[in-house]
Protein backbone atom coordinates (compact mmCIF):
# COMPACT_ATOMS: atom_id res chain seq x y z
CA UNK A 1 0.00 0.00 0.00
CA UNK A 2 3.09 2.04 0.74
CA UNK A 3 4.44 1.61 -3.08
CA UNK A 4 0.91 2.73 -4.04
CA UNK A 5 1.15 5.94 -2.37
CA UNK A 6 4.45 6.71 -3.31
CA UNK A 7 3.53 5.70 -6.88
CA UNK A 8 0.77 8.16 -7.57
CA UNK A 9 2.44 10.72 -5.64
CA UNK A 10 5.30 10.86 -7.98
CA UNK A 11 2.33 10.65 -11.03
CA UNK A 12 0.90 13.47 -9.49
CA UNK A 13 3.82 15.55 -9.23
CA UNK A 14 5.11 14.93 -12.73
CA UNK A 15 1.83 16.11 -14.14
CA UNK A 16 1.67 19.10 -11.75
CA UNK A 17 5.66 19.73 -12.83
CA UNK A 18 4.67 19.81 -16.15
CA UNK A 19 1.30 21.28 -16.48
CA UNK A 20 -2.36 20.43 -16.71
CA UNK A 21 -2.36 21.66 -20.45
CA UNK A 22 0.46 19.94 -21.14
CA UNK A 23 -0.13 17.09 -20.15
CA UNK A 24 -3.62 17.12 -21.58
CA UNK A 25 -3.77 19.30 -24.53
CA UNK A 26 -6.96 18.61 -26.52
CA UNK A 27 -7.44 22.10 -28.14
CA UNK A 28 -5.90 24.25 -30.70
CA UNK A 29 -2.67 25.01 -31.18
CA UNK A 30 -1.03 28.63 -31.89
CA UNK A 31 1.43 28.47 -35.03
CA UNK A 32 3.20 31.67 -36.64
CA UNK A 33 3.68 31.25 -40.64
CA UNK A 34 6.16 33.85 -41.58
CA UNK A 35 6.33 34.91 -45.17
CA UNK A 36 10.53 35.35 -46.33
CA UNK A 37 9.65 35.99 -50.15
CA UNK A 38 9.08 39.70 -51.66
CA UNK A 39 5.90 38.57 -52.76
CA UNK A 40 2.55 38.06 -50.86
CA UNK A 41 1.69 34.16 -50.55
CA UNK A 42 -2.20 32.78 -50.04
CA UNK A 43 -2.21 29.54 -47.29
CA UNK A 44 -5.37 27.58 -46.98
CA UNK A 45 -6.01 25.43 -43.66
CA UNK A 46 -7.84 21.60 -45.12
CA UNK A 47 -9.57 20.19 -42.17
CA UNK A 48 -12.77 20.35 -40.14
CA UNK A 49 -12.18 24.30 -39.70
CA UNK A 50 -11.14 25.13 -43.10
CA UNK A 51 -9.82 29.05 -43.58
CA UNK A 52 -7.56 30.61 -45.79
CA UNK A 53 -5.64 33.93 -46.05
CA UNK A 54 -3.12 36.05 -47.61
CA UNK A 55 0.81 36.50 -45.96
CA UNK A 56 1.73 39.75 -47.45
CA UNK A 57 5.31 39.79 -48.55
CA UNK A 58 8.29 39.42 -45.69
CA UNK A 59 4.80 39.09 -43.58
CA UNK A 60 4.10 36.98 -40.54
CA UNK A 61 0.37 35.68 -39.55
CA UNK A 62 -0.18 33.92 -35.78
CA UNK A 63 -3.17 31.33 -36.62
CA UNK A 64 -4.84 28.92 -34.00
CA UNK A 65 -5.26 25.58 -35.59
CA UNK A 66 -6.53 22.11 -34.55
CA UNK A 67 -4.07 19.40 -34.32
CA UNK A 68 -4.32 16.93 -37.76
CA UNK A 69 -5.05 20.33 -40.17
CA UNK A 70 -3.02 20.72 -42.77
CA UNK A 71 -1.40 23.86 -44.04
CA UNK A 72 -0.89 24.67 -47.69
CA UNK A 73 1.01 27.42 -49.05
CA UNK A 74 1.11 28.65 -52.64
CA UNK A 75 -1.30 25.12 -53.27
CA UNK A 76 1.84 23.22 -51.36
CA UNK A 77 1.71 21.22 -48.71
CA UNK A 78 3.19 23.02 -45.69
CA UNK A 79 2.98 21.25 -42.56
CA UNK A 80 0.63 19.07 -40.83
CA UNK A 81 -0.29 20.58 -37.29
CA UNK A 82 0.32 18.13 -34.11
CA UNK A 83 -0.56 19.24 -30.38
CA UNK A 84 3.76 19.22 -30.65
CA UNK A 85 3.70 22.07 -32.89
CA UNK A 86 2.61 24.57 -30.48
CA UNK A 87 4.26 27.84 -30.41
CA UNK A 88 5.89 27.06 -33.77
CA UNK A 89 7.32 29.40 -36.69
CA UNK A 90 6.75 27.29 -39.91
CA UNK A 91 8.66 29.61 -43.08
CA UNK A 92 6.05 29.24 -46.41
CA UNK A 93 8.13 31.03 -49.13
CA UNK A 94 12.28 31.69 -48.71
Not at 34 to 55: D, L
Not at 76 to 94: F, K, M, P
Amino acid sequence: MKRLKLFFTACLSLVAATGFSAALMLGPVTVTLQNKCPRAVKYEIKGSKPSNGTIEANGKVKLSIEPGHQVFADGELCVQVTANDNGATYIVCR
